[in-house]
């Protein structure tokens, strides 16, 4: 009976190390499905407008039996709240991102999300969300882990060097359809990706500075803001698409890769990773889904090699280990002042089974602790916002702002 008591509470407190590790395949996998799509020609303009129209009819319902009851007023001032937020996410963030899919590579992708948690810190400052104290070492950590993470991710940019040969890679012949066009992008191309990329990150990390006013109207109702937050966002790349795209043929949608690549960001990463990484948040801290982000980018690196023989480059390899240093260092920051200002909810190793359906609100702590994924996970707890995103970990928002929800 003790054998079986010890196993037992050892899988229970192994239950978010699993769920974080099945979470970061599922992104993984959604970044190599979309890449496919896109070299064999959806445009990405179509994919963001069907990934969010199968979010909105996934998650839709569960607002509606959820949250029937004392739904906040929609007045001017809160539509046209929800209006950005679907602006900067859907929009502005997924179609720069999938653009910049398209000219570089899933594992350069996945890389640069990682930039998520020091861009919020940054725009935290700015906006006077985030007090800085260069005399703190948890603040002096910030901003070294945010200089670090911008010099990564300018490494990258610039800097695309060798080939760096897989050990598996010289037996790996995929079908040609499937194959990656990164051998065949310019540099010039390459540098445009990265710049599509960077834009990218900085909408989502805006999503999350001002999502946090629309947060405290619906901060019972985070389905319900989600829904809208898709729905609007639907509409809106739609009008998009009708500008950028002039034949109707772009439209057309088979049972093929693209429907895969569609339904597979729409209902497994826009919802179902959000929920169960939103149970992770709330039993463990967002912290500790948050450093789970740079796993995305080595199953990425690994999966893209096999399926897409995709090619690494030294300059990835070097930036991207400098944009993780930077984003541990950022992440160290927010671990040691959620020590200070409340040490008694710092964390522990596993007290029994999660309570709660994961929707629950979730203290927005510091604007610039992640995601991605937590990226694009705070969001994800409440599924507000997170069903628009790229997979990447979700930054924590200020904690004396609001509280919210959580990629």
């Known amino acids: 009976m003790k054998n079986l008591?010890?196993?037992?509470?050892?899988?229970?407190?192994?239950?978010?190390?699993?769920?974080?590790?099945?979470?970061?395949?599922?992104?993984?996998?959604?970044?190599?499905?979309?890449?496919?799509?896109?070299?064999?020609?959806?445009?990405?303009?179509?994919?963001?407008?069907?990934?969010?129209?199968?979010?909105?009819?996934?998650?839709?319902?569960?607002?509606?039996?959820?949250?029937?009851?004392?739904?906040?007023?929609?007045?001017?001032?809160?539509?046209?709240?929800?209006?950005?937020?679907?602006?900067?996410?859907?929009?502005?963030?997924?179609?720069?991102?999938?653009?910049?899919?398209?000219?570089?590579?899933?594992?350069?992708?996945?890389?640069?999300?990682?930039?998520?948690?020091?861009?919020?810190?940054?725009?935290?400052?700015?906006?006077?969300?985030?007090?800085?104290?260069?005399?703190?070492?948890?603040?002096?950590?910030?901003?070294?882990g945010t200089l670090v993470t911008v010099a990564g991710a300018m490494f990258m940019t610039l800097y695309k060097g060798p080939i760096v040969e897989m050990l598996w890679s010289k037996h790996i012949h995929p079908r040609k359809s499937y194959v990656t066009?990164?051998?065949?992008?310019?540099?010039?191309?390459?540098?445009?990706?990265?710049?599509?990329?960077?834009?990218?990150?900085?909408?989502?990390?805006?999503?999350?500075?001002?999502?946090?006013?629309?947060?405290?109207?619906?901060?019972?109702?985070?389905?319900?803001?989600?829904?809208?937050?898709?729905?609007?966002?639907?509409?809106?790349?739609?009008?998009?698409?009708?500008?950028?795209?002039?034949?109707?043929?772009?439209?057309?949608?088979?049972?093929?890769?693209?429907?895969?690549?569609?339904?597979?960001?729409?209902?497994?990463?826009?919802?179902?990773?959000?929920y169960v990484q939103g149970l992770v948040i709330k039993k463990k801290g967002p912290v500790f889904a948050t450093a789970f982000s740079p796993l995305m980018m080595i199953i990425v690196a690994i999966l893209g090699s096999f399926i897409l023989a995709e090619k690494i480059y030294l300059g990835g390899i070097v930036g991207s280990a400098l944009i993780v240093m930077g984003l541990y260092s950022v992440l160290w920051g927010k671990h040691k002042e959620k020590m200070e200002v409340d040490p008694e909810e710092i964390p522990e190793p596993v007290k029994g089974t999660v309570q709660g359906n994961g929707n629950s609100i979730v203290v927005i702590e510091d604007i610039e602790a992640n995601e991605v994924q937590v990226q694009k996970a705070e969001a994800n707890n409440n599924f507000s916002a997170m069903a628009m995103s790229m997979p990447m970990a979700l930054p924590d928002l200020p904690h004396k702002e609001s509280q919210e929800p959580r990629a």
Not at 189 to 218: C, E, N
Not at 247 to 266: C, P, Q, T
Not at 269 to 274: D, E, L, Q, V
Request: with cysteine.
């Open 181 to 274: 066009d990164t051998t065949g992008t310019t540099d010039k191309d390459w540098f445009k990706g990265s710049i599509l990329l960077i834009i990218a990150t900085l909408a989502w990390a805006s999503l999350f500075v001002l999502q946090t006013k629309a947060l405290k109207t619906y901060k019972n109702h985070q389905l319900s803001l989600t829904s809208l937050v898709c729905f609007i966002g639907t509409l809106q790349a739609i009008a998009v698409t009708f500008v950028m795209e002039h034949k109707s043929s772009v439209w057309r949608i088979g049972w093929d890769m693209n429907l895969l690549a569609a339904a597979y960001a729409g209902i497994v990463t826009s919802s179902i990773s959000y």
């Open 5 to 144: 008591g010890c196993c037992s509470k050892f899988l229970e407190s192994s239950k978010p190390y699993f769920a974080m590790i099945a979470l970061q395949f599922g992104y993984a996998g959604m970044n190599i499905i979309t890449k496919v799509s896109l070299n064999r020609g959806m445009s990405h303009y179509v994919l963001v407008v069907y990934r969010h129209a199968f979010a909105t009819a996934v998650i839709a319902p569960f607002a509606l039996f959820f949250e029937r009851k004392m739904q906040p007023k929609i007045t001017f001032p809160v539509f046209m709240q929800i209006f950005v937020l679907a602006l900067l996410g859907p929009v502005i963030d997924q179609n720069f991102y999938y653009a910049g899919l398209k000219y570089t590579s899933p594992t350069f992708s996945c890389a640069m999300s990682n930039m998520l948690p020091a861009m919020t810190f940054v725009m935290a400052v700015i906006f006077r969300m985030e007090k800085l104290d260069i005399k703190k070492v948890r603040c002096q950590a910030k901003l070294l």
